[in-house]
């Protein structure tokens, strides 16, 4: 498994600055056993996000976000299924869930919330996120990267 924290608020909040309508993608499985995502972390970032001034539009738990295939289909099903257009997708996970949000998100600017400190015993799971070419710095730039 791999360990997430929360970037700085003023990080994401800086990122999210000139979008109205935010969609929030939660991992429910290593950031939620890190405490940073699944139910509880799309809450707190939903109440934090709507603190900002910004619509949520979606708050999603998706097993697993590294998943592209998984992602795919969660994505395309709250996408069509928003009020408004999205202006960025806030995701709570680890780098592999980030990319594959940003593989996934037919344009949609991907914000990423939580920093990977890279594999730590918090879990029981191995294959995808296992090959992530992630190194868990603690500093993730996919939001400047596009993934």
Known sequence: ???????????????????????????????????TGGAQGAAAMSSLTRSWGKQVLFAQVIIPCC????MQLALDSCLAKSTAPCDAILCLSCASGVQSAFLCS??????????????RIIGNHDGFIAQTHCRGCGKCVLTLTAG
Do not use: Y
């Open 106 to 119: 037919r344009g949609v600017p991907v914000v990423a919330a939580l920093d990977t400190l890279g594999p």
């Open 1 to 35: 498994m791999l360990k997430t924290v929360f970037k700085p608020w003023q990080e994401i909040s800086e990122a999210l600055a000139d979008k109205k309508n935010v969609g929030i993608v939660s991992c429910g499985i290593c950031a939620q056993l890190s405490g």
């Open 67 to 70: 998943s592209p295939r998984v």
